[in-house]
C-alpha cells in the first residue's frame, strides 16, 4: 500500500478499488459499485493486516469527500473499522507521525457519524492531492 497522506482515501491501494473512469468525478453510481466491491473481499486469514480495513474505510471516506451517498452498512462498518484502527497500537506505530494518522481517524469518525445523520450524505471537501501531500509531510519533517 503506497500512501502518501493520512486520510485513510489517500493511499494506492483505496484509489485501486475505486470503480470508475475518473476518481475525482466519481458518480454516485460508481461510488456504490466500488463500495460493494470493496466490502465483498475477505481478509486472507493467515495474515492480519490492516490493509483491506484501510482500504475499505478509504472507499468509505473517498465517497462521503464527494458529497455522495453511503449506505448505512458502509457508514457502520467504516465507523466500525476507524475505531479499531484508532486502537490499535502496533498499527499507528507503522506511521512516521502517528498524531497525524490519530488526527485523521478521529476526523473521519466524526464524518462518518455527521454523515448517518443526514441519510448517509457526506460533504464535498478539499482531498489533497499526491504531490500536495509529499509537500506538507517535507514541510512536517523540516520543523
Not at 34 to 42: E, G
Not at 71 to 84: F, N, T
Amino acid at each position: 500500500m503506497g500512501a502518501w497522506g493520512y486520510e485513510s482515501c489517500s493511499n494506492d491501494d483505496c484509489w485501486d478499488n475505486l470503480q470508475s473512469e475518473n476518481i475525482f468525478y466519481i458518480t454516485q453510481q460508481e461510488a456504490d459499485d466500488s463500495l460493494t466491491k470493496v466490502f465483498a473481499k475477505k481478509q486472507d486469514p493467515k495474515h492480519e493486516s490492516t490493509g483491506l480495513l484501510q482500504t475499505q474505510l478509504g472507499v468509505v471516506i473517498w465517497a462521503l469527500r464527494h458529497g455522495l451517498i453511503v449506505q448505512k452498512e458502509y457508514l457502520d462498518k467504516g465507523k466500525e473499522i476507524a475505531e479499531s484502527l484508532l486502537n490499535n497500537k502496533e498499527y499507528l506505530n507503522e506511521w512516521g507521525f502517528s498524531d497525524n494518522r490519530v488526527e485523521h481517524l478521529k476526523r473521519e469518525i466524526s464524518d462518518i457519524s455527521k454523515a448517518a445523520n443526514k441519510g448517509g450524505a457526506g460533504t464535498e471537501t478539499h482531498i489533497p492531492g499526491l504531490m500536495e501531500n509529499i509537500a506538507n509531510r517535507m514541510e512536517a519533517a523540516a520543523k
